[in-house]
């Protein structure tokens, strides 16, 4: 079965700085793998999602993942943080007819 | 922006009680999803539906049962509440053309629900 695991529940950084949430996945055939993001008391929003196209995804609010076979990783960055980028960030893999998901990465940005 | 609405947005309601949370979509989805959050832990399906009278039980096992009667609407009701159900609810849809998983969904702002 297909699983994700988000290193560290949490991570902080300053505002300015770059932005790395880990995600690191499991399956057995190539995967399709998606960013959300869920600000507080609201629903998740796509951020971006790796379709077996380029390795690299562009999403919105500047953020993008570079999916690594060989690592089997698809890390989240950003080259500047911003205060509106504070929120809990959730990486999944499809697996048949469902998403998997990871247990989120809480993204606090200092000023 | 997607239009997935959810009601009631918090609840807290008594043991033994029925519940029904709403979940509505304007987008003309066939496809609609409930997940249970709990904090710091994973999403997990709950129910899904492939489109009018289609409902298929997701992997965490639970309590609740939903119907699919419209397209725009997606009921999910507990029969008997209880302490342990307490937890947000959150509803998603998708209209996809290949298979489910590839899908990007779309999600409702979510119900927290307490039961006392």
């Known amino acids: 079965a297909q699983s994700v695991t988000q290193l560290g529940s949490h991570v902080s950084v300053s505002e300015g700085a770059l932005v790395l949430l880990r995600c690191n996945y499991s399956s057995s055939v190539p995967p399709y793998l998606f960013w959300y993001v869920q600000y507080p008391n609201q629903g998740l929003q796509l951020l971006l999602k790796y379709t077996s196209a380029a390795t690299l995804v562009k999403g919105i609010n500047g953020f993008e993942a570079e999916f690594k076979k060989s690592e089997t990783s698809f890390h989240l960055t950003k080259p500047s943080a911003h205060m509106s980028d504070a929120a809990e960030y959730f990486c999944?893999?499809?697996?048949?007819?469902?998403?998997?998901f990871g247990t989120g990465t809480r993204l606090q940005v200092f000023p | 922006e997607a239009d997935i609405y959810q009601t009631p947005r918090y609840l807290v309601i008594g043991t033994g009680k029925k519940i029904t949370l709403e979940c509505s979509q304007t987008?003309?989805?066939?496809?609609m999803y409930w997940y249970q959050q709990d904090p710091g832990m994973e999403l997990h399906l709950i129910h899904y539906s492939y489109g009018v009278n289609s409902t298929e039980k997701g992997d965490l096992s639970s309590e609740s049962t939903v119907s699919r009667i419209r397209t725009e609407h997606f009921p999910l009701t507990l029969e008997s509440a209880r302490p342990s159900h307490t937890s947000q609810y959150l509803c998603a849809s998708s209209v996809g053309t290949v298979s489910v998983s590839t899908d990007t969904q779309y999600f409702g702002p979510g119900t927290r629900l307490t039961v006392l």
């Open positions: 999944a893999v499809s697996d048949l007819d469902k998403l998997i």
């Open positions: 987008m003309g989805h066939d496809k």
